[in-house]
């Protein structure tokens, strides 16, 4: 997996080199958000595949267990880049050792991720 940094417009930091441009559409709560987007390459995932990661993860918790590598990979490598810094965390202690037994927590876990996924989405 490549890693990316969307850039919306601005300044550019030293030694980020434009790699191409793409369109992304998200879809949460039924609304398609389409954004265009600078793709940046620093390393092995990209943000735009750890944000459908995400997405899956909060469209899909009350169905399967979605405390998987790819979801802590996609946190792990999201979390220095989002603000406020309690987004992550948030998201994270609602996916990981969550309680599976009772159609109520499943219920509250989608709740919350839904509620904190579009503020991850909106400040990458």
């Not at 954004?35 to 943000?47: I, P």
């Not at 609602?94 to 904190?116: F, I, P, Y």
Request: proline share 6%.
């Amino acid at each position: 997996m490549r890693r990316e940094r969307i850039f919306f417009g601005g300044h550019m930091k030293p030694g980020w080199h434009p790699k191409t441009f793409g369109v992304a559409a998200t879809n949460v709560g039924g609304c398609i958000h389409l954004r265009q987007y600078l793709v940046l390459s620093l390393g092995t995932m990209t943000v735009l595949q750890a944000l459908a990661i995400l997405e899956a993860a909060t469209l899909e918790c009350k169905n399967r267990d979605v405390d998987t590598p790819e979801v802590r990979a996609a946190l792990d490598f999201l979390e220095p880049y989002i603000r406020p810094q309690w987004l992550i965390p948030q998201y994270r202690d609602h996916v990981l050792d969550h309680d599976r037994t009772t159609e109520v927590a499943l219920e509250g876990q989608q709740q919350v991720l839904s509620a904190t996924f579009p503020g991850i989405r909106d400040r990458v």
